[in-house]
């Protein structure tokens, strides 16, 4: 049996290298029509194959492989580039904390107004949006730890966020900013 997995698994091996070959050049130049960055484009292209590989049975039964390839690279170019922005945020948001006592001084004013809006939501959207947001779990795993379902995960999110722009509306025009 284990001979059979194996064969199975050099199948898909060959499979994806005739993939590889033929499709290569045409999914890098589109996610790089995309990205207009070499180094991403090269990224998205190798996580487009990798879940080409993972996909291959899928893959090799469909007659437009080029488009199923580019739509995949398509969509890992935007999720790499929404990433992308997150991570700059986070580090600029970060950086900001260590730029001298005028900084300091906006953190600590910026940290009593987030404490704040927090302060507004009830405790359980607060809970979901900081495990979310702060603690980085996913939707599935909140709705596990809060055993609860998915969508209403979601609307807690969603409605947890839509109070904290009314409320911080409401906090910036009371300060006059």
């Known amino acids: 049996m284990s001979s059979s997995k194996e064969q199975q698994d050099n199948s898909n091996v060959e499979a994806l290298h005739h993939l590889y070959a033929r499709y290569f050049k045409q999914v890098y ?3 790089f029509s995309i990205a207009k960055d070499r180094e991403l484009a090269q990224d998205a292209v190798q996580e487009t194959f990798l879940k080409a590989y993972r ?4 893959l090799e039964q469909l007659d437009q492989k080029e488009a199923w390839l580019k739509t995949v690279s398509r969509n890992v170019v935007i999720d790499m580039y929404r990433k992308q922005r997150r991570e700059m945020c986070i580090y600029s948001g970060s950086r900001d904390v260590y730029m001298g006592d ?15 809006l927090l302060s507004s939501l009830n405790p359980i959207n ?5 495990l979310v947001y702060e603690y980085g779990l996913t ?11 998915i969508s ?4 807690r ?11 911080a509306l409401q906090m910036e025009s009371n300060m006059g900013m």
């Open 29 to 31: 130049y589109y996610a």
């Open 55 to 58: 996909h291959i049975d899928l």
């Open 102 to 116: 005028t900084d300091i001084e906006r953190t600590i004013v910026d940290q009593h107004f987030l404490r704040e």
């Open 126 to 130: 607060r809970q979901s949006l900081l």
């Open 139 to 149: 939707y599935e795993q909140l709705a596990e730890r809060q055993k609860t379902l």
């Open 152 to 155: 209403a995960v979601k609307s």
């Open 157 to 167: 999110i969603h409605r947890a966020k839509q109070k904290l722009r009314g409320v």
